[in-house]
């Protein structure tokens, strides 16, 4: 690494985490001063990072992770910078418990415990606008295309093309990119990769997304639902448990070729997916997309789920079991669809593992697969079918979190009670504010 630096002649090196809610922290070095960071890390005022420690317990530090190193080429420096993910760790060396990658570690090690590495493939939503929104505009899409739309335009020129280019010379492999179903909605699909590295990868992913779009004069955004009137930003997300090269998901002879421990996988998902719903979907505006409606225009590419249960190749279901391909046995999978790209991947990801893993543990039954359109039925034929709605707002998701000694557990008491805490600030906060639906509907009274 410091060869490559000294070669390429890089002057800094940006050392990055998260705070609690998934948002980027970064601290530049130069090359001189790694091998020092690399021995005692960077300290740093915890108190002043989100959720991360108290006043009187701020001294933290900041270590680099050098599996992590990247180059990462950016507009306001040609020559690029490197840059590397750091563990948060307290002065006596041990891991800080406000470290959302150190909630992700803790659960993968649970995973290799049992013999199991976790792997995840996710495909990311996002909208290019063409400005940042001034407060009370509304945005603008670049295009009015649609599903797999090839869109030429005078402006964001070959986005996609120039933000794959950014990605594999930061070593992030993409597999799929297309145009998705609304106005200037993009989906651009990161290949399969054990789950830390791939939150490291959306980490990187939300930041070179935005770095492109200021370089061409747009602005991307991962707002799980920007626009009223049509569909929203997800990020489907498809996962495995292998023992070693052995993809414990995949029976030849079960039903869809799916495996007794990929159905108690699956059993663990549904019994659980309203307690780690606040996690997956964190932001007021995260249930407008579940709850919105405007999936379900023609050839959104899809409806966002809004209902607990699973399906095989069914879009409208929580869980989704994708076509089996015969010549790869490997590829037996399970999509969750409930994610928004807004999420911070690492909490996501720990509680999605957590509760599969307890499926697993505890021997959970699969239900029958829904296979109608899950959105089609009346209220009457879901309880029918025992078919339960996930949370409707953010207000019921913590409700419901608040409860659940599986996420208390997963998140540690830490992250479990800040995260409670400010995501009952902000729904208190937007309770309080009046919306632009209520003065055009109620000022003339």
Same mark, same amino acid.
């Given at each position: 690494?410091?060869?490559?630096?000294?070669?390429?002649?890089?002057?800094?090196?940006r050392?990055?985490?998260?705070?609690?809610?998934?948002?980027?922290?970064?601290?530049?070095?130069?090359?001189?001063?790694?091998?020092?960071?690399?021995?005692?890390?960077?300290?740093?005022?915890?108190?002043?990072?989100?959720?991360?420690?108290?006043?009187?317990?701020?001294?933290?530090?900041?270590?680099?992770?050098?599996?992590? +190193?990247? /180059?990462?080429?950016? =507009?306001d420096? @040609? &020559?690029?910078?490197? %840059?590397?993910?750091?563990?948060?760790?307290?002065? #006596?060396?041990?891991?800080?418990?406000?470290?959302?990658?150190?909630?992700?570690?803790?659960?993968?090690?649970?995973?290799?415990?049992?013999?199991?590495?976790?792997?995840?493939?996710p495909?990311?939503? +996002?909208? /290019?606008?063409?400005e =940042?929104?001034? @407060? &009370?505009?509304?945005? %603008?899409?670049?295009?009015?295309?649609?599903?797999? #739309?090839?869109?030429?335009?005078?402006?964001?020129?070959?986005?996609?093309?120039?933000?794959?280019?950014?990605?594999?010379?930061?070593g992030?492999?993409?597999?799929?990119?297309h145009?998705?179903?609304?106005?200037?909605?993009?989906?651009?699909?990161?290949?399969?990769?054990?789950?830390?590295?791939t939150?490291?990868?959306?980490?990187?992913?939300?930041?070179?997304?935005?770095?492109?779009?200021?370089?061409?004069?747009?602005?991307?955004?991962?707002?799980?639902?920007?626009?009223?009137?049509?569909?929203?930003?997800?990020?489907?997300?498809?996962?495995?448990?292998?023992?070693?090269?052995?993809?414990?998901?995949?029976?030849?002879?079960?039903?869809?070729?799916?495996?007794?421990?990929?159905r108690?996988?699956?059993?663990?998902?549904?019994?659980?997916?309203?307690?780690?719903?606040?996690?997956?979907?964190?932001?007021?505006?995260?249930?407008?997309?579940?709850?919105?409606?405007?999936?379900?225009?023609?050839?959104?590419?899809?409806?966002?789920?809004?209902?607990?249960?699973?399906g095989?190749?069914?879009?409208?279901?929580?869980?989704r079991v994708?076509?089996?391909?015969?010549?790869?046995?490997?590829?037996?999978?399970?999509?969750?669809?409930?994610?928004?790209?807004?999420?911070?991947?690492?909490?996501?990801?720990?509680?999605?593992?957590?509760?599969?893993?307890?499926?697993?543990?505890?021997?959970?039954?699969?239900?029958?697969?829904?296979?109608?359109?899950?959105?089609?039925?009346?209220?009457?034929?879901?309880?029918?079918?025992?078919?339960?709605?996930?949370?409707?707002?953010?207000?019921?998701?913590?409700?419901?979190?608040?409860?659940?000694?599986?996420?208390?557990?997963?998140?540690?008491?830490?992250?479990?009670?800040?995260?409670?805490?400010?995501?009952?600030?902000?729904?208190?906060?937007?309770?309080?504010?009046?919306?632009?639906?209520?003065?055009e509907?109620y000022?003339?009274?």
């Amino acid at each position: 690494m410091l060869h490559t630096l000294e070669e390429r002649n890089i002057r800094f090196v940006r050392l990055w985490f998260t705070d609690v809610l998934g948002y980027l922290k970064s601290v530049a070095v130069a090359p001189a001063e790694l091998e020092g960071a690399f021995a005692e890390g960077i300290g740093f005022d915890g108190s002043a990072v989100e959720g991360f420690a108290r006043v009187y317990e701020a001294d933290m530090i900041a270590k680099p992770d050098p599996s992590t +190193f990247q /180059l990462m080429p950016l =507009r306001d420096d @040609p &020559g690029g910078v490197g %840059r590397m993910f750091c563990d948060i760790l307290l002065p #006596d060396g041990s891991p800080s418990h406000a470290d959302p990658r150190y909630v992700l570690k803790r659960a993968l090690a649970k995973a290799a415990n049992l013999g199991f590495t976790f792997y995840t493939h996710p495909e990311i939503e +996002f909208f /290019l606008l063409r400005e =940042r929104p001034e @407060p &009370g505009a509304k945005p %603008r899409p670049i295009d009015q295309g649609g599903y797999f #739309d090839h869109t030429p335009h005078n402006i964001a020129h070959d986005f996609r093309k120039s933000a794959i280019m950014m990605l594999e010379a930061m070593g992030i492999s993409v597999e799929f990119s297309h145009h998705e179903g609304a106005p200037g909605q993009q989906e651009i699909d990161l290949r399969y990769a054990d789950a830390l590295s791939t939150a490291d990868n959306i980490m990187s992913f939300r930041l070179a997304m935005k770095e492109v779009a200021l370089d061409q004069g747009v602005y991307a955004t991962f707002m799980p639902k920007p626009f009223t009137e049509h569909p929203g930003s997800g990020m489907h997300t498809h996962m495995s448990l292998f023992e070693g090269d052995r993809n414990v998901f995949h029976d030849p002879g079960g039903e869809f070729q799916l495996s007794t421990i990929g159905r108690s996988f699956i059993a663990g998902l549904l019994t659980h997916a309203a307690e780690i719903t606040a996690v997956c979907n964190q932001w007021v505006n995260s249930y407008k997309r579940l709850w919105g409606g405007a999936e379900r225009i023609a050839g959104a590419g899809g409806e966002a789920p809004a209902y607990i249960c699973w399906g095989h190749n069914n879009r409208s279901a929580l869980i989704r079991v994708p076509m089996y391909k015969p010549q790869k046995g490997n590829a037996t999978r399970v999509e969750f669809r409930s994610l928004d790209p807004a999420c911070n991947p690492y909490l996501a990801f720990a509680v999605i593992l957590a509760a599969g893993l307890k499926g697993i543990e505890e021997g959970y039954q699969l239900p029958p697969g829904a296979e109608d359109d899950v959105w089609a039925l009346t209220p009457a034929e879901r309880r029918a079918l025992g078919i339960a709605p996930l949370p409707q707002s953010l207000s019921d998701a913590i409700n419901v979190m608040q409860t659940s000694e599986l996420v208390a557990e997963t998140l540690g008491e830490h992250v479990f009670d800040f995260f409670l805490r400010n995501k009952r600030e902000e729904w208190q906060e937007y309770r309080r504010h009046v919306t632009e639906f209520e003065l055009e509907r109620y000022s003339v009274l």
